[in-house]
């Protein structure tokens, strides 16, 4: 795939985020999770991250590892199944469960400690000029997770469709080409759905492309996504 530069994007989120992101999507809980399920959608995530090329910590491919394995094992019946000297429970979930639901207590604890500190500086917050003007009620953020997800789900409408998504070797598509082509979209300054970003695709290639320059639009503060709802339409702006 022709690039004039490689895209980096800096993921601040870690493997257990993207687990918690999956188990909140699905809308299970969490001592309810799946490991087939789970285990296969983490997956999907390494593919898409992958076909992107984007740089991740090693932590990810090791969770991916461990997420295997607690899949086999979780396959086999518990009396052929191999010893673990550290394992108190049957059910290889267990250890998974227990380290999600002490790092969504930071993470709780965290987010909770951030909005106290908001509250704070807003204590002598200088009043508005004019009671008609209210402030607008803040979008929610969209994280990478949110991003890979509707690029995914791209991918799938286009297939399930029956579009050819194979590599066109006579297409030259670049970042910066791609870049200007959104930049244009957006000019308006109308806010642009992520499914329109990608209405006239012809392949693969070009979805990897445009979605690359999406990001790199991001990263450079040029653009900004946001979900309306919860796990909604992704919605691009300008900054």
């Known amino acids: ?14 493997p257990l985020d993207l687990l918690l992101y ?28 992958k076909v992107l090329d984007l740089e991740l910590a090693g932590e990810f491919v090791v969770m991916a590892a461990n997420l295997i394995y ?16 550290e394992a108190e429970e049957e059910d290889p979930r267990w250890d998974l469960i227990r380290q999600l639901v002490e790092y969504k207590k ?5 987010a909770q400690l951030s909005r106290r500190e908001v509250e704070q500086s807003n204590l002598f917050a200088r009043m508005a000029d004019s009671p008609e003007t209210a402030p607008e009620r ?3 953020d969209v994280s990478v997770f949110d991003l890979i997800n509707a ?11 029956g579009e ?6 006579e297409e030259n598509y670049t970042v910066s080409d791609k870049i200007d082509f959104i930049m244009k979209m957006t000019a308006s300054g109308v806010p ?8 006239s695709v012809a392949s693969r290639t070009e979805i990897v492309v445009t979605f690359l320059a999406l990001l790199e639009l991001i990263r450079l503060k040029q653009l900004k996504a946001v979900q309306p709802e919860t796990f909604g339409e992704i919605e691009l702006r300008r900054a």
């Open 1 to 14: 795939m022709p690039q004039e530069y490689k895209v980096k994007l800096e993921v601040f989120e870690g």
């Open 22 to 49: 999956l188990i909140k999507k699905d809308e299970v809980d969490i001592y309810d999770i799946s490991l087939e399920r789970i285990t296969a959608q983490y997956l999907e995530f390494m593919d898409a991250f």
């Open 70 to 85: 607690l899949k086999s094992r979780a396959l086999l019946p518990a009396s052929v199944q191999p010893p673990d000297e």
């Open 106 to 110: 930071f993470k709780d604890a965290a």
């Open 138 to 140: 803040p979008l929610g």
């Open 151 to 161: 690029f995914n789900n791209v991918l799938k409408r286009l297939a399930s469709k």
């Open 164 to 169: 050819d998504l194979r590599e066109i070797f």
């Open 192 to 199: 642009l759905k992520f499914t329109e970003l990608f209405a």
